[in-house]
């Protein structure tokens, strides 16, 4: 756990007084400078790509995607391979919802995220008993579960053919969701500006300073008395909701959901999104995810010869 | 389910009766009647394999026994889980150091206050605000020298330094018994004085239990030496007396084997 680069100015070895260790320590929740880059390059991107908006949405609810992997995976040690599970879960409660009367955004929003929740938590009292390689199966087997469910209810879903006729109200009936994805991109930047605030404010707290724990040695976690499955179980339902606060938010911009929220190209990409931008840091989210979606859109335009 | 029994206030704070624990034909904890007091300083040696460490996982509910009563305080805590057990102030170190080792050395000790002080769970307020755990850790890092490396990552320190945050560790959790398995084990002789002049300084109220090999350091401890062989006591008593035993002579050097009548 690196001490983020504090240098005492020019004192020679010996003990740190102790009020400056203490404050070192006690200061790493502080907000950097650094900290307000993405968010710039994010308001700045909104005015220098107009035309690209509808892609910066997904990136930024992708982003917020890669953020709850990175709360499970990077902090808690979870390893899963079926958070497309919970993407998908809001993906399909915000659209099932816009599809059949109720378009309105927010409440379709807190909808995907409590229904992504709800299945978090009931798979994570099962999964969670687990570790390691078994604990990874099942999550694999969650998704798949869930993939087939979608799969077979098509007369609600829309199966293979994926959900059909989504309406997506005006936020607060004042904002459009107009077709240059100007609503959609900010709507998204919004959410995701919130959710990241809850995230950092929830890795910093001693729950999430015990997660840290709970990743480097369980076993001594069990021994100074933490309640490791409570926390693990705590941790496993936030990160769903936000996962399927993500998906939600991808159905509503682009108004439409499919069975590939799901699948396993899902949970794999988003992993892979993470480990390139960093795990464990909640910045590598917003590092490894445009990357790799910008690298994507640009290859896609390349003709093949 | 526990049970209070009116002399809890000055009774052993730590006890087995009849403790027993097997694996199947193997025997490794035999009829144990063990009793620690409040304040104690007592040391549990015996050869390898004697079940030492077993016992140990036995008191703190890791493992669960095959027969007989562990009471903490005077109260039943055999059927209690781990979590449970701990939660009665019985606290142990391991054998290998089992840190977080990547994270600062304050930050491990933190991790444990937090626990016993209920503030773990906190899922909003962020760490640093929680003045008060921080500053008794760190105060904890004073007293055991560690001060310096407060905020080193654990696996930049010296192995012996090492063994000594996990003291650290156990203390930030306030405990009312401390069991230390081995607490010089692995650490270079240079290094174990740093150890003993700790544990010769851990406050007087903590009854402590340590499992050793090295004799200078059990012998320079304990004032009650429990020898364990083949998962029964032995011989229990003061350090002289148990220096002069001929069947504790026996067991060390091999003059005879163990186990038969020649007990």
Known sequence: MATEGLVRPGIAAGPPPAQWAIDAFAGRHRYRLLEALPWAAAIAAYFLFPSYLPLGAQILATILFALSADLVLGYAGIVTLGHAAFFGTGAYTAGILAANGWGEPISGLFAGAAMAALIGFVSGCIVLRTTGLTLLMQTLVVATLLYEAANKASWITGGDDGLQGMEVWPIFDQFRFDMFGRTGYLYCLIVLFLCWYLARRIVHSPFGRSLTGIRENVRRMHAIGAPVRRRRLIIYTISAAFAGTAGALIAQTTQFVGLSFLNLERSGGVLIMLIIGGVGRLYGAFIGVPLYMIAQNRFSEIEPV | MSVETPAAVNGPVLETRGLCKSFGALTVADQIDFSLERGARQALIGPNGAGKTTFIELVTGGLPPSAGHILIDGAYVTELPQAARFQRELVRTFQINALFRRLTTLENVTLAV???????????????????????????????????????????????????????????????????????????????????????????????LIIEHDMDLVFRFARRITVLVQGHILVEGPPEVIAADPQVRQVYLGERPHGREAR
């Open chain 2, 114 to 208: 937090a626990e016993r002080d209920g503030v773990a769970g906190d899922l909003l307020r962020p760490s640093g605000r929680h003045n008060r755990v921080i500053e008794e850790a760190f105060a904890l890092l004073e007293t055991l020298g560690l001060a310096e490396d407060a905020l080193r990552p654990v696996n930049a320190l010296a192995y012996g330094r090492q063994r000594l945050v996990e003291i650290a560790v156990a203390l930030g959790l306030s405990p009312k018994v401390l069991l230390l398995d081995e607490p010089a084990a692995g650490v270079p002789s240079g290094e174990s004085g740093l150890i003993v002049a700790v544990i010769e300084r851990l406050p007087t109220d903590i009854a402590v």
